[in-house]
């Protein structure tokens, strides 16, 4: 044991570091001599002559070069020597003889193709290979017997030129007692198979250049060594396998380097890399001064009990010259220092590892004690790429490659810019927030960076920008929100495209409450698929070509503005070729010629001198959006007639308002007017208008859609759709966020009549959350008038919902806030009002007639949800039947036309099965579809799904009595409902007396129990089947027991029966003969000392009063025995008493306590065990308090629940 470790491990090699210098001093004295006899000895000494064999001959020579054959494998190295650049090939099994020296010199570029056969040699030095030369074994067995001897040497001059290049082919073997020796600036390629007793590489001399590909190393000490006085040697070994004795004094890899050494410094560290490869010995890589690169899952690397799988050695005080970066691979032993323990450079970011090596660990990763593991670490990993942590973005970044994703794991506060490039995208994790906090805070991005999936928000109102795009970049699926407000003179922006990019892509994200989404000035690429709201659009100048398409709008003053070049041309767009793609949902595009843009889709009213609406109307064409700017308009009739899918949009409801002058608005008259959609303005009759909207009986306006538009101050209505044949010619109408109001008709008599929306025709029609206020008439007044008069076909699919009707007034005729009326024989069917409100109106809020004669007049008519709505159904007033649904509680109510089917709801509930809905009318249970014939109430049926999957009574659960021994137990009633009082009547046998009660539910927890008397106890039902167990115990008679002596434990104490309980069974003593102390606190040692009683221990020996009980302890696994004197906790305390239960197997969880969390890992099923089983429980705050000291009267507590189990 030549020289102990630091750490305490053990011995290091035979002889130390001194040794290594003799071998070093030796090897390098041999390699002197040998070059200077080499220098001696004239090319002309080494020349041999050759023999033709011929064909006809039985070959006797050993080797060949070409078709000339060569008496021995000497003579035919020399003949290469000779010319060079040649394969000498061996032809036999042969020995290569010494000749003048104790070496074979290669001179001159050669392959020694081995033929498969085995080449012997016995000479100390092997083959020397001078310098500038090139030497290769291939296909065989090379063996140096010589006891000192080395396989290969690398011979050197400095003064001459580069050193030499030696490879040891794939199928190639050398075994020596040093394998191959180099001198510096050796070029060494070893693909094949090393066997060496000493040293199979060993590095001599600075600069060399070693690679290990496929290599197998077998080595009885170094498998690759490199001396330390010289650097600046590279060190390459891949897929390689390096194998040296465990029981040995071995290192498998060992690069040095010295410090002190001048020409060391000068020549610059040594460097080493695996990747993927397995390392065995004693130790398994050591370095010195050294840069270590280890990588690839298929790295081993094994130290034997007591070695270093990884070993760095440096001075102490001086400076970690040399970095070592672990990325990946497995490492079994110690990782870290040697020797003298100085500072260390070591970074581990990947890898699984069997030492401890957090200290070296990349900060954002972790290194898992259960497993070994090297992982992200979740609590301080801000960012990820891949499996690899970062502890800030910053770093991530900095460590991206091309094409890498960095995944934020954390929200951030963003306060300078960052740089994103070289394709890299970054992304975030659900519910990761970054916070720009500073106007200098931003994302820039080029090279084909990605910001995908982010959330960003600005509370700094005042932002240039907080992205700037470059050419190629990407910005997709991200949320921007900052603070900006409508009138706001701050620039607060998203996105800046850098002048002059090209392609870039903004797609998918949502930006709210910004000046500006994004400003574009000269810039190329797409914007598409957005959604932008509180702004003032996306800014569009300069020589840009962007295709702008698919995105939807909030509340924005302006959509989408494009700028002119020079604003006081009006049509100078040349340089602006942006497409607006008809997608846009009706953007609002500012500073757009509405002539140049028409049939594009963009139609701008307002902002270009004499275009005015009706001229846009008129000019509009298929597929056309008209935008009309804020402001107020007088309009006379604006004619749709035979216009399809036309567009008009205003600025906001009460942002546009277009006035009437004619009796109508909008008509729709006549020819194919579908496809119709009008949204966010105001459609003001101004007392001129008869009809504000209105479809004739010649036109097609399937597909009309009214959205965000309010309706005011017509004389008769706000929307009519005239009859037409056949209905489908005015479907599909969706009318869905409008108000209509003020629609008064004053006339006098009958035909004094008011209507929101008036449909005599029509199907497919959705009514949705619109507002109806303030309409009324001298004779009839309807919000909603659905009244289809084409016989034949039922209109199908009418529904008002989640509308709100207040202030609608009739007298007479149909009268009502809604009136559904087929008329003409016509018929209706799936008929929906539901969730509606209904203020104020009069006669009634809901009308439901039929004119006489008509059949089958409405079919699957719902009407639920609607508060406190009166219903007329004329004169047969069961024609509507009241539904109510009782499920479990929970009340909804609906009506239904009288015959009609009624789907019933299905419902779910864990534990139970739905046996269906118990109707009063017939008191029968029903499942699906059930034809309504009166007012009827549904109540849920359940049963409970007991463990053998049978089933109880709906209302009724079953009361389980176990077989008791020395007693009878009967309980009434045998079947209860929810909260019903169960009485459990108890009958000793003669005796016997009762022991334990316990009533379990379905789950198996406890159910309280109330004693009335001796011998009845009642309980409340629970949900679900119960099981009632009790055990009876002989009655034995005792002697009488003298009274507790101690005067701090009183009767109405809650320890007191625990208290009696352990003094009596002689577990616990007082702490006098009149005092027990309850609130002291209890030692280990006590408890340990009370288990052993317990257990039938005699605790009365030892050299302390608690030697024994220890003892007894430690031997049955109840405690390791130390800290004896130190308080008890309450979690060592339910520790102790789970492993002298035996440890047993738990299957919960812990009970959802609010200190859960601070019950330390190793107590935790202790901990379940307890509370599972009532032994313990949580103190008056509701907490277990694990931490806490136990009280002698908690342990008394505790032992007395544990032993009574």
């Not at 039922?794 to 007298?811: D, L």
Request: aromatic share 6%; with cysteine; glycine share 10%.
């Amino acid at each position: 044991m030549d020289r102990v470790r630091p750490d305490g491990r053990g011995p290091k090699y035979k002889g130390g570091i001194k040794a290594m210098r003799k071998i070093r001093t030796r090897a390098f004295s041999i390699l002197l001599t040998c070059a200077m006899l080499l220098s001696l000895l004239p090319v002309t000494a080494l020349a041999t002559s050759t023999t033709d064999c011929p064909s006809d001959e039985t070959c006797s020579h050993e080797a060949a070069i070409g078709s000339t054959h060569y008496d021995t494998i000497g003579e035919a190295i020399d003949a290469a020597n000779r010319t060079g650049d040649c394969t000498v090939k061996l032809l036999k099994n042969a020995t290569l003889k010494r000749d003048y020296t104790r070496q074979k010199a290669i001179l001159k570029d050669m392959i020694l193709d081995l033929g498969g056969y085995t080449l012997t040699y016995a000479g100390e030095y092997g083959f020397v290979v001078n310098y500038n030369v090139e030497f290769k074994i291939q296909n065989g067995t090379y063996k140096n017997t010589a006891a000192k001897g080395a396989g290969i040497q690398a011979f050197k001059e400095t003064e001459k030129g580069p050193g030499c290049t030696i490879i040891i082919a794939e199928d190639a073997t050398v075994n020596a007692e040093d394998g191959i020796v180099t001198v510096g600036y050796t070029d060494l390629k070893v693909y094949g198979t090393i066997i060496s007793k000493n040293i199979a590489v060993f590095g001599m001399g600075p600069k060399n250049n070693v690679t290990l590909d496929r290599a197998k190393i077998q080595a009885g000490t170094y498998g690759v060594y490199q001396q330390g006085k010289d650097g600046g040697s590279i060190y390459t070994i891949k897929n390689s396998t390096i194998t040296t004795p465990s029981d040995t004094d071995s290192c498998a890899v060992f690069i040095s380097n010295n410090k002190a050494s001048a020409g060391a410094q000068d020549q610059g560290r040594q460097t080493l890399i695996v990747e993927n490869s397995v390392i065995s010995g004693q130790d398994g890589i050591e370095v010195q001064y050294t840069d270590v690169t280890i990588s690839g899952d298929g790295t081993q690397v094994t130290a034997a009990e007591d070695g270093h799988a990884l070993g760095v050695t440096y001075k102490a005080g001086e400076e970690a010259e040399g970095t070592v970066h672990v990325t990946g691979g497995t490492f079994t032993g110690t990782v870290g220092a040697m020797e003298d323990k100085g500072a260390l450079n070591i970074t581990i970011t990947g890898g699984k590892f069997t030492d401890d090596v957090n200290s070296y660990v990349a900060p954002g990763m972790m290194w898992d004690s259960k497993t070994g593991q090297i992982m992200i670490n979740t609590k301080t990993a801000v960012a990820q790429i891949g499996n690899m942590g970062y502890d800030t973005l910053e770093a991530a970044i900095s460590d991206a490659k091309a094409g890498d994703t960095i995944t934020l794991l954390q929200s951030i506060i963003l306060s300078s810019a960052v740089t994103l490039n070289q394709n890299v995208t970054l992304t975030a994790n659900e519910g990761v927030t970054v916070t720009a906090n500073s106007a200098a805070a931003s994302f820039v991005l080029s090279n084909g960076a990605k910001l995908e999936g982010l959330t960003i928000d600005l509370p700094v109102k005042a932002m240039d920008h907080v992205i700037l795009m470059k050419s190629g970049s990407t910005v997709k699926d991200c949320t921007v929100t900052g603070r900006y407000v409508q009138g706001d003179s701050e620039t607060s922006r998203a996105i800046v495209g850098e002048a002059g990019a090209t392609n870039l892509s903004i797609t998918g994200n949502t930006f709210k409450n910004l000046r500006q989404p994004a400003y574009i000035n000269n810039c190329t690429g797409t914007i598409s698929n957005n959604y932008v709201d509180n702004t003032r659009g996306w800014v569009i100048c300069g020589d840009s070509n962007m295709t702008i398409t698919g995105n939807t709008f909030g509340e924005n003053a302006v959509d989408i503005a494009i700028v002119v070049n020079t604003p006081n041309t009006a049509n100078n767009y040349a340089k602006q070729t942006v497409e607006l793609s008809k997608n846009n949902h009706g953007a609002y595009v500012q500073n757009q010629p509405a002539m140049v843009e028409a049939e594009d889709g963009c139609l701008i009213v307002g902002k270009t001198e004499g275009y005015t609406l009706g001229t846009a109307v008129a000019a509009a064409k298929d597929g056309d959006t008209i935008v009309l700017a804020a402001g107020t308009y007088d309009v006379a009739t604006l004619n749709l007639s035979n216009k399809k899918n036309i567009t008009l949009i205003g600025a906001g409801m009460d942002e546009t308002i277009l006035k009437g002058t004619d009796n109508y608005l909008l008509n729709l008259n006549t020819g194919d007017c579908s496809n119709i959609k009008v949204k966010d303005l105001t459609l003001d009759g101004n007392g001129a208008a008869s009809t504000i909207l209105k479809v004739g009986s010649n036109a097609t306006c399937s597909g009309l859609t009214l959205e965000n538009v309010k309706f005011t101050n017509a004389t008769s209505n706000a929307l009519y759709v005239a009859a037409a044949s056949p209905d489908t010619k005015a479907s599909d109408i969706v009318i869905r966020g409008c108000v209509f109001e003020n629609i008064i008709n004053n006339d006098e008599g009958n035909t004094s009549k008011a209507n929101g929306i008036y449909l005599p025709g029509g199907q497919n029609v959705v009514v949705d959350n619109c507002q109806f206020k303030n309409i009324s008439a001298n004779y009839e007044a309807v919000a909603v008038n659905f009244a289809p008069r084409t016989p034949g076909t039922p209109s199908e699919n009418w529904s008002i919902t989640n509308c709100t009707f207040e202030n609608v007034k009739g007298v007479e005729g149909i009268s009502a806030a809604v009136a559904v009326h087929p008329m003409n024989n016509a018929a209706m069917k799936h008929v929906t009002i539901t969730g509606n409100t209904f203020t104020g109106n009069a006669p009634v809020d809901i009308k439901i007639k039929s004119e006489s004669g008509a059949e089958q007049w409405i079919s699957d008519l719902v009407i639920a949800n609607n508060g406190n709505a009166t219903i007329d159904t004329g004169a047969d007033e069961s024609l509507v039947c009241k539904i109510t649904i009782n499920a479990d509680g929970t009340i909804t109510t609906s009506a239904v036309a009288k015959g009609e089917t009624y789907t019933l709801p299905n419902l779910n509930k864990p534990g139970y099965r739905f046996n269906g809905w118990l109707s009063s009318v017939d008191n029968k249970v029903y499942t699906g579809t059930v034809t309504i014939s009166a007012d009827t109430t549904f109540t849920a049926r359940w049963s409970y799904i007991d463990q053998g999957g049978g089933s109880s009574s709906s209302t009724t659960y079953q009361v389980s009595v176990d077989k008791a021994e020395g007693g009878k137990i009967t309980v009434s009633p045998t079947r209860a409902e929810k909260g019903e009082t169960v009485t459990i009547t108890v009958k000793p046998d003669e005796g016997y007396e009762l022991g334990k009660l316990t009533v379990t539910d379905k789950d198996g927890d406890k159910v309280t129990l109330t004693q009335k008397d001796d011998n009845k106890y009642t309980f409340k039902m629970p949900a679900g089947k119960v099981t009632v167990k009790a055990t009876f115990t002989e009655i034995e008679v005792e002697p009488e027991q003298p009274e507790l002596p101690f005067s701090d434990v009183a009767e109405q104490d809650w320890f007191y029966d625990a208290v009696v309980y352990v003094y009596e069974n002689e577990l616990m003593n007082g702490t006098s003969a009149t005092t027990f102390s309850p609130s002291v606190t209890t030692s280990r040692a006590m408890m340990l000392t009370m288990l052993a009683r317990y257990d039938g221990v005699d605790t009365s020996t030892g050299s302390t009063w608690y030697e024994a009980g220890a003892a007894w302890a430690v031997a049955e696994g109840v405690s390791d025995g130390t800290n004896l004197e130190a308080d008890l906790t309450r979690e060592q305390l339910v520790t102790m008493l789970w492993r002298y239960a035996g440890s047993p197997m738990v299957e919960k969880d812990l009970p959802d306590y609010p200190d859960r969390d601070e019950v330390s890992d190793w107590a935790v099923r202790a901990m379940v065990w307890a509370v599972d089983n009532g032994i313990i429980t949580g103190n008056g705050a509701g907490e277990l308090n694990p931490q806490g000291s136990a009280s002698r009267a908690e342990v008394a507590t505790i032992l007395m629940r544990f032993i009574q189990l």
